[in-house]
C-alpha cells in the first residue's frame, strides 16, 4: 500500500516552454501533498504545500507564479514549471500524507527528472 | 523555520559493523522524526519513523533514539550490509509545520563486503 506515482519520469524541453508533472496517490486518499526539488546529490528542498481544494503554501524563496501548483483532487497534484529556464533543471519529487493517517508519514514518488534546453 | 542538520556526509563502513548517523534540528515545536534510504536514481523509502512521545524505537537492524531536551535524534544501522549501501535522509516536521518535513543533507553510507 502507500503507493504514489509521477508522470513523467523524465521530461526534456526548450527553454521558454511550461512543463506540467503529475502526482498521483495510487491506493489511498491524500489529504496533503508536497513538491521537492533535489539537486544531484543534495537533500530534498521543500517547494510547497498542496491542499485539496486549497491555494498551495509556497516555502520561502519560491516563486508561486513560475510553480503552480493544482490539487484538483484527493489522489492528483501537479506541478507546472511556467517559462522554463535552464536553472530550472533538477529532479522534481512529489510526496503524499494519507488521509486516514494521524501521523504526518510521507510516501514518495519516483521523482521526475527535468532538463531545460 | 526548523532547520535540520545532519553528520556525517559520507560513511564507510565494514560489512558487520554497525554505522550511526546523527541529526540536530532547531524547531522544539517539530514532534515527528522520519528517516529515508534514498538509493541512486530512486524514491526516498520509509525505513522509521519516531514521535516525540517515545525516546528510542527499533525495527530489526535498524534503530532510532531521540533527545528531545538535547533536540537531537539518531539512526543505528546494526550488522551492516552492501545492500544497506545508500544516502539516509533525516527529517523533522510535525507540530507547528503543519505535516510539512524539513530533512537533513544526507549521509552517504557504504558498506564494503
Known amino acids: 500500500g502507500a503507493v504514489v506515482s509521477q508522470h513523467p519520469s523524465r521530461v526534456i524541453c526548450k527553454s521558454g516552454t511550461s512543463v506540467k508533472i503529475e502526482c498521483r496517490s495510487l491506493d489511498f486518499q491524500a489529504t496533503t501533498m508536497f513538491w521537492y526539488r533535489q539537486f544531484p546529490k543534495q537533500s530534498l528542498m521543500l517547494m510547497a504545500t498542496s491542499n485539496e481544494g486549497s491555494k498551495a503554501t509556497y516555502e520561502q524563496g519560491v516563486e508561486k507564479d513560475k510553480f503552480l501548483i493544482n490539487h484538483a483532487s484527493l489522489t492528483l497534484s ?16 512529489c510526496s503524499a500524507s494519507p488521509r486516514t493517517s494521524y501521523t504526518d508519514t510521507q510516501y514518495f514518488g519516483p521523482g521526475t527528472r527535468l532538463t531545460v534546453l | 523555520g526548523e532547520n535540520v542538520e545532519q553528520h556525517p556526509s559520507t560513511l ?51 534503530a532510532v533514539t531521540l533527545n528531545k531536551t538535547a533536540k537531537h535524534f539518531s539512526l543505528h544501522i546494526t550488522e551492516t550490509q552492501p545492500e544497506d549501501s545508500a544516502v539516509y535522509f533525516c527529517a523533522a516536521g510535525g507540530g507547528s509545520t503543519l ?10 553510507l557504504t558498506v564494503w563486503p
Open chain 1, 78 to 93: 501537479t506541478l507546472t514549471v511556467t517559462s522554463a529556464h535552464p536553472e530550472d533543471s533538477s529532479f522534481y519529487i
Open chain 2, 12 to 62: 564507510s563502513v565494514q560489512e558487520g559493523d554497525s554505522a550511526v548517523i546523527k541529526c540536530t534540528y532547531s524547531d522544539s515545536a517539530s514532534n515527528y522524526f522520519p528517516w529515508y534510504k534514498q538509493e541512486l536514481g530512486k524514491r526516498p523509502q520509509l525505513i522509521i519513523d519516531i514521535r516525540s512521545n517515545v525516546g528510542e524505537k527499533k525495527d530489526q537492524r535498524i
Open chain 2, 99 to 108: 505535516g510539512r518535513l524539513y530533512f537533513g543533507r544526507g549521509t552517504q
